[in-house]
């Protein structure tokens, strides 16, 4: 029997880009001209990989802090899906662009902190996502780990998702740096198809999960295929990837990685 998954990190673009114009970032490849997936794409390919729900994160590199499609396509497909917006920590009104956004359905707020791993400021934006009782997801480089784990104490118990394991070097296995952020409950991981092809490339994938359940317990990952920035493998293998990566976890483990957890943090996916 192929188990339904829950993706919590999936970039959409639309069809129409007089109603939705791209706003390339420059900081990633062109992602979004090369295989550019709209929501009625990917429904279609979550029924052909048995997924049953997805998170639509915000494509910065698509669009910036312009959430309109993310917002909308989600609004479209209820309960299969649901939004994480973004907006532009360092502009002159980011607390009041995430109210906006968190007004308009969007369910978690994904801060955006690669280059400077500023993950403090601004404070208001971390206050009115607790408010909101919604994830924050937080997108940083491994180099910056450490400062995430000084700063978590210091912030309302907001629950965080790390996109794709703080891109966390595993050559040798689970980071110091990545295993210390397991003292917070309120820390989760994504461990996505990048942070999956980061172990592969040392060894068997199937030990990443384990190593990480030992640190964090099953309870706090989640899988995201970051399709269709990563779209090197059609959406159907990424799904079966993830399958194959969890096949060393028992049952209740391997089913909290590939759905469950996700839908702690997102509920309405249930």
Same mark, same amino acid.
């Given at each position: 029997?192929?188990?339904?998954?829950?993706?919590?990190?999936?970039?959409?673009?639309?069809?129409?880009?007089?109603?939705?114009?791209?706003?390339?970032?420059?900081?990633?490849? !062109?992602? &979004?001209?090369?295989?550019?997936?709209?929501?009625?794409?990917?429904?279609? @390919?979550?029924?052909?990989? %048995?997924? /049953?729900?997805?998170?639509?994160?915000?494509?910065?590199?698509? &669009?910036?802090?312009?959430?309109? =499609?993310?917002?909308?396509?989600? *609004?479209?497909?209820?309960?299969?899906?649901? !939004?994480?917006?973004?907006?532009?920590?360092?502009? #002159?009104?980011?607390?009041?662009?995430?109210?906006?956004? +968190?007004?308009?359905?969007?369910?978690?707020?994904?801060?955006?902190?690669?280059?400077?791993?500023?993950?403090?400021? !601004? %404070?208001?934006?971390?206050?009115?996502? /607790?408010?909101?009782?919604? !994830?924050?997801?937080?997108?940083?480089?491994?180099?910056?780990?450490?400062?995430?784990?000084?700063?978590?104490?210091?912030?309302?118990?907001?629950?965080? $998702?790390?996109?794709?394991?703080?891109?966390?070097?595993?050559?040798?296995?689970? #980071?110091?740096?990545? *295993?210390?952020? $397991?003292?917070?409950?309120?820390?989760? +991981?994504?461990?996505?198809?990048?942070? +999956?092809?980061?172990? *592969?490339?040392?060894?068997?994938?199937?030990?990443? @999960?384990?190593?990480?359940?030992?640190?964090?317990?099953? %309870?706090?990952?989640?899988?995201?295929?970051? =399709?269709?920035?990563?779209?090197?493998?059609? =959406?159907?293998?990424? /799904?079966? &990837? /993830?399958?194959?990566?969890?096949?060393?976890?028992?049952?209740?483990?391997?089913?909290? &990685?590939?759905?469950?957890?996700?839908?702690?943090?997102?509920?309405?996916?249930?």
């Amino acid at each position: 029997m192929i188990e339904p998954l829950v993706d919590t990190h999936v970039h959409v673009v639309s069809d129409d880009e007089v109603r939705y114009p791209l706003r390339p970032s420059g900081v990633t490849g !062109p992602w &979004y001209r090369d295989d550019p997936c709209s929501v009625e794409r990917l429904i279609d @390919l979550m029924d052909d990989a %048995r997924v /049953a729900a997805a998170v639509l994160v915000q494509g910065i590199s698509a &669009y910036g802090d312009d959430n309109r =499609y993310t917002l909308d396509a989600a *609004a479209q497909h209820p309960g299969r899906t649901t !939004p994480v917006a973004c907006v532009d920590l360092a502009g #002159p009104n980011p607390v009041g662009e995430a109210r906006r956004a +968190l007004g308009a359905g969007s369910r978690g707020l994904r801060w955006v902190a690669i280059h400077d791993g500023g993950v403090l400021e !601004p %404070r208001g934006v971390w206050a009115l996502v /607790a408010e909101s009782r919604a !994830p924050m997801v937080v997108t940083i480089l491994a180099e910056h780990l450490g400062e995430l784990a000084a700063a978590v104490p210091t912030l309302p118990p907001v629950p965080i $998702a790390l996109d794709h394991c703080g891109f966390a070097d595993f050559t040798r296995g689970v #980071p110091a740096d990545l *295993a210390e952020l $397991a003292r917070f409950p309120n820390v989760s +991981l994504k461990v996505s198809t990048i942070a +999956l092809d980061a172990a *592969a490339a040392h060894g068997d994938v199937r030990e990443l @999960l384990p190593e990480l359940v030992a640190c964090f317990s099953a %309870r706090r990952l989640l899988w995201g295929s970051d =399709y269709s920035q990563t779209h090197d493998r059609p =959406y159907t293998a990424l /799904a079966d &990837y /993830a399958r194959h990566a969890a096949s060393k976890l028992g049952d209740d483990d391997r089913a909290w &990685y590939l759905r469950d957890t996700a839908r702690l943090l997102w509920p309405e996916l249930g």
